[in-house]
């Protein structure tokens, strides 16, 4: 159950920072919190990861349900997994990934905003998506350990 609660949390804090977003700034908009170092600016990203694939989003978002779709199916399966941090790597991973996938569908593209000015424009889905996937990587190297010296 918590690793639902888990996906839900991130889909709703994702999908309501987004409204703000799109409610508050126009596509372009941009806001400085550190001038030149960190922004808020409302991208609408029609591709994949870094804007990549452009123009593809049917086939995007079909990929993203079938990945999604595996992901909750993991989540289902071993909810009473030992391994913790797998769990709730997955969780994030389907969360975030679910949130762009909303954003991908109902719109067409996905809502970034966060600016760094060094780094491709993100979102929060993206930061859940990536950190679930290096402590997934963290999960298997410890728990690979684990099951080796057992």
Known sequence: MRYFLLIFAVLGIDQGIKWMIATNMSAGET???????????????????FSFFQGH????????????????????INKNSKNKLMMYS????????????IDRIRLGYVIDFIDFRVFPVFNFADICVTCGCVLLCLSILLFEEKDKKA
């Not at 993203?64 to 992901?71: E, F, I, R, Y």
């Open 90 to 101: 997955v969780s994030l991973i389907t969360g975030g990934g679910i949130g762009n996938l």
């Open 57 to 76: 989003a049917d086939i995007l978002a079909i990929v993203t349900a079938l990945l999604l779709c595996v992901g909750l199916v993991f989540v289902i």
């Open 31 to 49: 806001s400085a919190l550190i001038e030149g170092m960190f922004h808020i600016t409302y991208v609408r990203n029609r591709g994949a990861a």
